[in-house]
C-alpha cells in the first residue's frame, strides 16, 4: 500500500470533513458531495467503498460503515503505477484495478456478471443522457456481453450457454488495453513512500 | 508557388515539363478546335491565348506533376516503406528543379511565402485540428504547452546564443551579422514543423501519446515562432542599441495576446460554423462548404489582427468537430472528411516538391561550412537537452511517464520544415545582410531534418523498440469500461475533495451536455449523438455493409437478391425465353437456394459453375430486370440534389433494420416466448442432425421443416408489410425492392406444395431482406447460418440477433452468441 504522507493527512482532513469528525464514515455521508450528484454512477460508486470485497474484508457483503483505513484501501486502488515496479508488481496492481471494477459490476458477489446485471450497469452508465432510452442501453449491453462471449469463449457449441463475465474472462476483454491513464488518480502520485497499512 | 517571372522561356521550358508529363498544352489547344483552318480573315475562330490561362494553367500542371508523382511513388512499395514520401518529394523537386534550371538558368518556381501562408498551410493544419484525437490532445495539454512554449523559446535562445559564441570566436569568417540577426535566425528555425512532423510521423505509427506530445508540439509552437519572429525582427530593424526593457516587456505581452488572441479567434469561429451546420439541412449540398469556408475565416481573420494563425485554424478544428459532425449528414462528414484528407495530403505533397525546386537557385546560395554544420549540430543537441530537461520536469506530475526511450524519439522528431523556409525567405535583405547564409543554411537544416531524420528514425524506432500504436477495432465493452472508469475517477476525485483533470472533465461533459450541445447541435443529433451508442452504431453498421459487400463480392446475386431470381422466373417477363431455358434455370436456382441454408460455398462455386453453363440469354434477362431500377436511377441528375445510389440505401435500410429488430426482439425477450423456445430447440436439433450429415436426410426433417416455414412465413408477412410499406415512398431502390419481396410472398402464398421449395424461398427473402431482421423473436437463425458464408465467425456475430436470457444465471437452452457460432442451420427457414 503506497500513498504518501502528504496525501495521507490530505485524505485524512477529507475524511474528517466527510464524516463530520467521527471515527468512520457511513454511506449517508457521501450525500454531503456535491460535485457527486451528476455522477450516474454514484450509488456503484459509493457502494464499492463499503463492499467487503474491496475492503479485503471478507467474500460479499457490505459494511455499514469504513474507518479510515478503509478508506484509504479504497483509494489505494487508484494510485499510478510507479516505475520501479517490476513486470510482476505491475501486473499485479493491473490486476487489482480491474477487479475493482468488476465488483463493482458483479454487485451480488458471485464470482460473474450476468447479462441483468450488465445491463443493469450500462442503464445506470447511460442514464446521463436523456435522450438514450432504457431499451437502448439494454441493446448495447446486450451487444456487449455477446461481444465479450465472444472475445472469452470463441466458437461455442450449439447448447452451450454464456452465464456471465468470470473474472477470468474480464481479464481476456481487458487484454492488450492500456488502463495506465484510466484508472489512476493524480494526486496519489506525489513523492511516493512506503506506507504499509 | 509558381511564375515569379514566369515569361518568354519560362513557359518554353515548361511545355517542354508538360510535354513530357501531361502533354503539349498548345497542342491541346489546337485539337479543341477541329474545324479550325477555314477562318475568316478579321476574326479569328482560333486564338492561341497562351497568357490568359497561364498562371491557372501552370498551377494546374504542378500540382498534377506532384499527384502523379505520388503515384509514381507508390507503383513500389518496396521504396516507401523505407523512404519516407516527404524526402521523396524533395528529391523530386530538386530533379524537376535541375531540369527548369538547366532549361532555363531562372529561378522560375519557388515557394513563396504568400502561397505557403495563405493556401498551402491551412489545409493541412485545419486537417490536423479537425481530426485532433481531443481527449488524448487535452489530457496531455500540459505536456505539449510546455514543450511548445519553453521549448520552442529554449531551442531559439540556445541555438542563436551559440551561435552568435562562434561566431565571435571568429570560426565563420566575416559576417555581417549581429546577435539579433542570430537570434531572429535562431527563433525561426527552432521551431518544429507541423507539416513535417505529420508527414513522418504518420508513416511510423508510434504510440498516440508521444505522437500527440510531438505533433501538438509542432502545432502550438507556432505562436512563439510568430511572436519571437516579430519582435527579433522589429528589434533588428530598430537596431541592436535601441531596444529598451520596454520593448522586452512588451513581447511578452505580444506572446500572450497572439496565442490567446488566436486561440480565441478560433474558438468563435468554431462557434460559429458550429451554429451555422445546425440550420443546413436543407442547403446539404453545400454543407461541406461551410466547414471549409469558416475555418479559412478564422485563419485569415487571425492573420489580420496579427495574431497566431495556426492556433486559430488548429482551435477552430478541434472545438467544432464534435459538433460539426454531429450535425451535418452522413455523405457531408464523408465529403468532408475526403477533402480535407486530399486538400491536407495535397498541399503537404507540393509543400515537399516546392522545397525541393525552390533549392534549386544559385544565386540564393552562399556557403558557410562552420555556420551551416554548427547550426545543424546545435539544433540537434540542444533539442536533446531541452527534451530531457524539460522531461525530467514533467515527468515529477506526468501519470504515465516518458521514458528515455519516449525523449530519444522526441529530440529525434524535432524535424523542421516549410514553415521555417517561408519565414526565411520573408526576411528583408535591406535589414538582415546576410538573408543568403540565413535561407541556404535553412535549406540545408530542413533537407537533412526531413530527409535524414525522416529516413532513419523508422529504423530508429524498431530499434529502440518505441511502443507502437496499434489500430484496434472499436470495442463495445472497452467502450462501455472507458465510460466507467471516467466516471469512477471524477467520482474518486469528488470524494477526496481534489480538483483533478477528471474534475474539470466530468465538468466540462456537464456543462456541454446541459448548454453547448443544446445550443450547436440539432435536436435529432443530440439524440443519438452519445459516443458509446454511436460505436454500437458503427459496428452494426460495419457489420451490415461487410454482410452486403460480402455478397456483392462473391458475385452472388443470389445471396443478397436471389430470391428475385426465384421469382423472376415465375414473374412475367416482357422479354420472351425458350421456356426450356426457364425450367431449367429455375430448377438450378431452386436447388441452389435451398442448399443455401446448408453451405454458402459449395452452392456459391455450383452457382458459378452453372453460370458458365447456363444460356447467356437467360442470364441477361434475369440481370436486366435486377438491375433496371437503378440503371433507371442513375439517369437522375440535380444540383442540388446527391442522389444516394442503391447500394448506400440499401446499407442504411439494412442497417435500420438491424437496430429496429435488435430492439424488439429485447422486448420480447422479456416476454416468455414458449413457442419460440419450442422451435429454437427444433432448430438446434435440425441444425445439429443437418451438420453431422448434410447428406443423409433425416427422417425428421421433411416433416418439421415445412411446418415451421409456414409460421415464420407469416411472420414474414406481417414485418414486411409494416417497413416496407413506411419506407416506398423514399426512394426508387426501396420500392423495388419492396416489389420483390412482395411478389415473392404473393408467390409463397399461393400454395407451396414443395417442401424443397419453400425454406429456399424463404431463405431467398430473408436473406435479400436482412435475414436477421427474420421471424421469431428468439428463433431467429442467423444470416450466417442461412447464408453461410465463408468468412471469420467473428466478422459477423453481431449482425445476428441477440438471443440472450434475461435469466442471469438460467439454464437457457439458448446461447447467446450461438449465432455467432452456429452452424448451417436453418433448413426449413
Known amino acids: 500500500m503506497r500513498v504518501s504522507s502528504d496525501q495521507i493527512e490530505q485524505l485524512h482532513r477529507r475524511f474528517k470533513q466527510l464524516s463530520g469528525d467521527q471515527p468512520t464514515i457511513r454511506k449517508e455521508n457521501f450525500n454531503s458531495v456535491p460535485d457527486l450528484e451528476l455522477n450516474p454512477i454514484r450509488a456503484k460508486i459509493v457502494r464499492a467503498f463499503f463492499d467487503n470485497r474491496n475492503l479485503r474484508k471478507g467474500p460479499s457483503g457490505l459494511a455499514e460503515e469504513i474507518s479510515f483505513e478503509d478508506f484509504l484501501t479504497i483509494m489505494s486502488y487508484f494510485r499510478p503505477i510507479d516505475i520501479s515496479m517490476d513486470e510482476e508488481q505491475v501486473e499485479q496492481c493491473r490486476k487489482e484495478k480491474l477487479r475493482f471494477l468488476f465488483h463493482m459490476y458483479d454487485s451480488d458477489s458471485d464470482g460473474r456478471i450476468t447479462l441483468e446485471e450488465y445491463r443493469n450497469v450500462v442503464e445506470e452508465l447511460l442514464s446521463g443522457n436523456p435522450h438514450i432510452e432504457k431499451e437502448s442501453a439494454r441493446s448495447i449491453a446486450d451487444g456487449a456481453m455477446m461481444e465479450a462471449a465472444s472475445v472469452c469463449v470463441g466458437q461455442m457449441e450449439p447448447d452451450q450457454v454464456y452465464e456471465g463475465i468470470t473474472f477470468e474472462d474480464f481479464l481476456k476483454i481487458w487484454q492488450g488495453i492500456d488502463i495506465e491513464t484510466k484508472m489512476h488518480v493524480r494526486f496519489l502520485n506525489m513523492e511516493t513512500i512506503a506506507f504499509c497499512h | ?829
Open chain 2, 1 to 829: 508557388m509558381v511564375a515569379r517571372g514566369v515569361r518568354g522561356p519560362g513557359w518554353g521550358l515548361l511545355l517542354a515539363l508538360a510535354l513530357a508529363l501531361a502533354g503539349l498544352p498548345r497542342a491541346r489547344g489546337v485539337e479543341e478546335e477541329p474545324g479550325a483552318h477555314n477562318s475568316i480573315e478579321g476574326f479569328q475562330v482560333v486564338t492561341f491565348k497562351w497568357h490568359h490561362v497561364q498562371d491557372p494553367y501552370i498551377i494546374a500542371l504542378w500540382i498534377l506533376v506532384a499527384s502523379l508523382a505520388k503515384i509514381a511513388f507508390h507503383l513500389s512499395h518496396k521504396v516507401t516503406s523505407v523512404v519516407p514520401e516527404s524526402a521523396l518529394l524533395i528529391v523530386l523537386g530538386l530533379v524537376l528543379g535541375g531540369i527548369v534550371w538547366a532549361a532555363d538558368h531562372i529561378a522560375s518556381f519557388t515557394l513563396t511565402p504568400t502561397v505557403f501562408f495563405f493556401y498551402l498551410l491551412p489545409p493541412i493544419v485545419l486537417d490536423a485540428g479537425y481530426f485532433m484525437p481531443n481527449r488524448l490532445f487535452f489530457g496531455n495539454l500540459g505536456t505539449i504547452l510546455l514543450y511548445a512554449v519553453i521549448g520552442t523559446v529554449w531551442n531559439a535562445a540556445t541555438t542563436g546564443l551559440s551561435l552568435y559564441g562562434v561566431f565571435l570566436s571568429g570560426l565563420m569568417g566575416d559576417l555581417q551579422i549581429g546577435l539579433l540577426d542570430f537570434l531572429l535566425f535562431g527563433s525561426l528555425i527552432a521551431a518544429v514543423d507541423p507539416v513535417a512532423v505529420l508527414a513522418v510521423f504518420e508513416e511510423v505509427h508510434v504510440n498516440e501519446v508521444l505522437f500527440i506530445i510531438v505533433f501538438g508540439e509542432s502545432l502550438l509552437n507556432d505562436a512563439v515562432t510568430v511572436v519571437l519572429y516579430n519582435v527579433f525582427e522589429s528589434f533588428v530593424t530598430l537596431g541592436g542599441d535601441k531596444v529598451t526593457g520596454v520593448d522586452c516587456v512588451k513581447g511578452i505581452v505580444s506572446f500572450f495576446v497572439v496565442s490567446l488572441g488566436g486561440t480565441l479567434v478560433g474558438v468563435l469561429f468554431a462557434f460559429l460554423l458550429s451554429l451555422v451546420t445546425r440550420f443546413t439541412k436543407h442547403v446539404r449540398i453545400i454543407e461541406p462548404g461551410f466547414v471549409f469556408v469558416i475555418s479559412y475565416l478564422s485563419y485569415l481573420t487571425s492573420e489580420m489582427l496579427s495574431l497566431s494563425a495556426i492556433l486559430a485554424i488548429t482551435f477552430c478544428g478541434i472545438c467544432c468537430q464534435k459538433y460539426v459532425k454531429a450535425n451535418i449528414s452522413e455523405q457531408s462528414a464523408t465529403t468532408v472528411r475526403y477533402t480535407m484528407k486530399m486538400l491536407a495530403s495535397g498541399a503537404e505533397t507540393i509543400i515537399f516538391m516546392f522545397l525541393g525546386i525552390s533549392a534549386v537557385d544559385p544565386l540564393i546560395w552562399t556557403w558557410n561550412t562552420a555556420f551551416v554544420l554548427l547550426t545543424l549540430v546545435f539544433i540537434s543537441v540542444y533539442r536533446a537537452i531541452g527534451v530531457v530537461l524539460q522531461t525530467w520536469v514533467l515527468n515529477r506530475y506526468r501519470m504515465v511517464q516518458l521514458e528515455l526511450i519516449d525523449q530519444v524519439v522526441m529530440s529525434y522528431g524535432g524535424l523542421r520544415g516549410a514553415v521555417a523556409y517561408a519565414l526565411v525567405v520573408l526576411l528583408d535583405e535591406k535589414k538582415v545582410k546576410e538573408k543568403n547564409l540565413f535561407v541556404s543554411t535553412t535549406i540545408i537544416v530542413v533537407f537533412f531534418t526531413v530527409i535524414f531524420q525522416g529516413l532513419t528514425i523508422k529504423p530508429l524506432v524498431q530499434w529502440l523498440k518505441v511502443k507502437r500504436s496499434e489500430h484496434r477495432e472499436p470495442k463495445l465493452n472497452e467502450k462501455l469500461h472507458g465510460r466507467a472508469f471516467d466516471h469512477i475517477l471524477s467520482a474518486i476525485e469528488d470524494i477526496s475533495g481534489q480538483i483533478g483533470h477528471n474534475y474539470l472533465r466530468d465538468k466540462w461533459s456537464n456543462f456541454d451536455r446541459k448548454f453547448l450541445s443544446k445550443v450547436l447541435m440539432r435536436r435529432s443529433a443530440q439524440k443519438s449523438r452519445d459516443r458509446i451508442l454511436n460505436v454500437f452504431h458503427e459496428l452494426n453498421l460495419k457489420d451490415a455493409i461487410s454482410y452486403v459487400a460480402e455478397g456483392e463480392r462473391r458475385g452472388s446475386l443470389a445471396f443478397i437478391r436471389s430470391p428475385s431470381t426465384d421469382n423472376m422466373v415465375n414473374v412475367d417477363f416482357s422479354t420472351p425465353r425458350p421456356s426450356t431455358v426457364e425450367a431449367s434455370v429455375s430448377y438450378l436456382l431452386r436447388e441452389n437456394v435451398s442448399e443455401v441454408c446448408l453451405d454458402m460455398q459449395s452452392l456459391e462455386q455450383r452457382r458459378r459453375s452453372i453460370r458458365d453453363t447456363e444460356d447467356m440469354v437467360t442470364h441477361h434477362t434475369l440481370q436486366q430486370y435486377l438491375y433496371k431500377p437503378r440503371q433507371e436511377y442513375k439517369h437522375l441528375y440535380s444540383r442540388h440534389e446527391l442522389t444516394p445510389t442503391d447500394d448506400e440505401k440499401q446499407d442504411k435500410e439494412i442497417f435500420h433494420r438491424t437496430m429496429r429488430k435488435r430492439l424488439e426482439s429485447f422486448k420480447s425477450t422479456k416476454l416468455g416466448i414458449n413457442q419460440n423456445k419450442k422451435a429454437a430447440k427444433l432448430y438446434k436439433r435440425e441444425r445439429a442432425q443437418k451438420r453431422r450429415n448434410s447428406s443423409i436426410p433425416n427422417g425428421k426433417l421433411p416433416l418439421e421443416s415445412p411446418l415451421h416455414n409456414f409460421t415464420i412465413k407469416e411472420r414474414d408477412d406481417l414485418e414486411f408489410s409494416d417497413p416496407e410499406e413506411t419506407q416506398e415512398d423514399r426512394s426508387g431502390g426501396i420500392e423495388f425492392l419492396a416489389n420483390v419481396t412482395r411478389d415473392t410472398m404473393a408467390d409463397s402464398s399461393a400454395g407451396v406444395d414443395n417442401p424443397v421449395f419453400s425454406p429456399e424461398e424463404d431463405a431467398g427473402v430473408l436473406a435479400r431482406v436482412p435475414p436477421w431482421l427474420s421471424p421469431g423473436d428468439t428463433v431467429v437463425p442467423s444470416q450466417r447460418a442461412r447464408v453461410q458464408i465463408p468468412c471469420s465467425p467473428d466478422h459477423f456475430r453481431r449482425l445476428s440477433p441477440i438471443r440472450l436470457s434475461t435469466k442471469s444465471t438460467g439454464g437457457d437452452p439458448e446461447p447467446e452468441e450461438a449465432p455467432r457460432a452456429r452452424p448451417p442451420e436453418s433448413t426449413h427457414m
